[in-house]
Nanobody, 125 residues
Framework: QVQLVESGGGLVQAGGSLRLSCAASGRTFTSYAMGWFRQAPGKEREFVAA????????SYTDSVKGRFTISGDNAKNTVYLQMSSLKPEDTAVYYC??????????????????WGQGTQVTVSS
């Protein structure tokens, strides 16, 4: 079994920054990609960013481009989401997820095999 544990969420003022971390543990595995998603109250879970484990190819949803950066440390089995210039509309529970096999559908929640429990990010205006 694989466990994904997010950390780094919290309360921040608009314009501020946070860095989320997602540490993978459990049985040895090599993921194809790691992704970050978020879900605000009353809304569906939406894609934020993803990174391939080999090659470090990244993708972002348009609303976070230029503000968020996803990165990974394969030696630590950890993926990060650096969030800057935060806006109140970024408020949500942020989840990390792992995809084991290659796919082109990295923005789809259903493409991922394992999920973390989520960490709350609240941006005040």
């Amino acid at each position: 079994q694989v466990q994904l544990v997010e950390s780094g969420g919290g309360l921040v003022q608009a314009g501020g920054s946070l860095r989320l971390s997602c540490a993978a543990s459990g049985r040895t595995f090599t993921s194809y990609a790691m992704g970050w998603f978020r879900q605000a109250p009353g809304k569906e879970r939406e894609f934020v960013a993803a990174i391939t484990t080999r090659g470090g190819r990244t993708s972002y949803t348009d609303s976070v481009k230029g503000r968020f950066t996803i990165s990974g440390d394969n030696a630590k089995n950890t993926v990060y989401l650096q969030m800057s210039s935060l806006k109140p509309e970024d408020t949500a529970v942020y989840y990390c997820a792992a995809r084991l096999r290659p796919t082109v559908q990295m923005a789809l929640p259903g493409a991922y095999d394992y999920w973390g429990q989520g960490t709350q990010v609240t941006v005040s205006s």
